[in-house]
């Protein structure tokens, strides 16, 4: 009896390590794959893919004459909107708006 439990123990000691490094193996992938999804979320945020840059500028002109009342010349807006693709492209618009005003024909 004694050499039959002997032959069981290395037997169910196999059978008990062999599921342990299974369950092991599928707790590794699954953090495996967990921490793919973390880095590449992590990537998307860190790295946008395209990014919207706002600038401009504008201008008031004014008059004042000695003989006459003072008055505003002319009005300028022109806001500049940058559009960047990647780190190597750029798109750039700007849109003018104005305004004069004049005293003659």
């Known amino acids: 009896m ?9 037997l169910a000691l196999m059978i008990g390590l062999a599921s342990l490094s299974s369950a ?26 395209s990014v919207v840059h706002l600038a401009g500028y504008g201008n008031v002109s004014y008059i004042d004459t000695e003989k006459a009342n003072g008055s505003f010349g002319s009005v300028l807006f022109a806001p500049i909107f940058h559009y960047q ?4 492209v750029m798109l750039k618009s700007e849109l003018e708006i104005a305004d004069a005003v004049s005293d003659g024909p």
């Open 2 to 10: 004694k050499s039959t439990r002997y032959k069981l123990r290395p």
């Open 24 to 49: 092991h193996a599928a707790v590794d992938e699954t953090e495996f794959a967990a921490l793919q999804n973390e880095v590449a979320a992590l990537k998307r945020s860190a790295n946008p893919s």
């Open 85 to 88: 693709i990647n780190d190597r």
